[in-house]
């Protein structure tokens, strides 16, 4: 008789990315009336909605898995009335606008799964990076970078987290357990499968889980590409 302890499969609601929905001119990565469950993913289209911009979206054409229902995110990055802004998707709730120029965000879901890694499929299309902010000046003119990571977390409570105070940093972060970052260097030629190694820093239950998906990682340094463009699509954990 098994005396082993059961992994338990946990995934998170709409990795797929399949259901949007639409309040307004904004998108968004859950459905219309969605639950607090099911509003895992949001991105920072609320923000901007005064200008009608979004940039992140449902995508339905060219998708990684076809089929009816199906759909992608589209990420993108572009110059915006008072900044550069950088496409994102992540787990969390955007919160609002800070000073113009920042957000204030819920960072991470409630979660208690210890996969070994993150897969999907991405398709990136970089632009050349045409704003760029100290200390990040001499990336102008170069190919604009892309990023996809998973962190797990023991928080006691989700982290809030406003932008304007300087970019935050898991590994200064005392509650880590876990992390796997994915950097996007170059253009593909359509989909192509990921999977991102997770790796663990200490024996403890997760208690959030973060993904962040960046379609210009530089973008809290105000750096990057108006022309970018990235396709995420099917994401999964791996036990």
């Not at 992994?7 to 609601?13: D, E, G, M, T």
Request: charged share 20%; net charge negative.
């Amino acid at each position: 008789m098994c005396l082993c302890p059961v992994i338990q499969a946990q995934q998170l609601y709409n990795m797929s990315l399949d259901e949007w929905s639409k309040q307004g001119s904004s998108w968004n990565p859950f459905p219309k009336d969605a639950t607090e469950e099911q509003r895992v993913w949001d991105s920072a289209n609320r923000g901007m909605k005064v200008l009608g911009i979004n940039t992140t979206m449902p995508e339905y054409e060219h998708v990684a898995v076809p089929g009816p229902g199906k759909a992608a995110a589209k990420i993108v990055s572009r110059n915006v009335t008072w900044c550069f802004a950088a496409g994102s998707l992540y787990t969390g709730h955007f919160i609002r606008v800070v000073k113009l120029s920042g957000i204030e965000m819920d960072n991470g879901t409630p979660f208690t799964g210890r996969p070994k890694s993150l897969s999907g499929y991405y398709h990136y299309l970089p632009g050349i990076i045409n704003y760029a902010k100290e200390p990040y000046q001499s990336m102008k003119g170069k190919t604009d970078i892309g990023q996809i990571e998973v962190a797990l977390y023991d928080w006691p409570e989700v982290l809030r987290l406003v932008t304007n105070d300087g970019p935050y940093d898991p590994e200064a972060d005392s509650h880590l357990i876990g992390r796997g970052v994915l950097k996007l260097t170059e253009a593909t030629d359509g989909y192509v499968h990921f999977e991102i190694r997770i790796e663990y820093r200490r024996e403890a239950t997760p208690t959030y889980v973060g993904i962040s998906i960046l379609s210009s990682a530089l973008g809290e340094y105000y750096t990057g590409s108006s022309h970018t463009v990235l396709y995420v699509d099917e994401l999964q954990f791996n036990y």
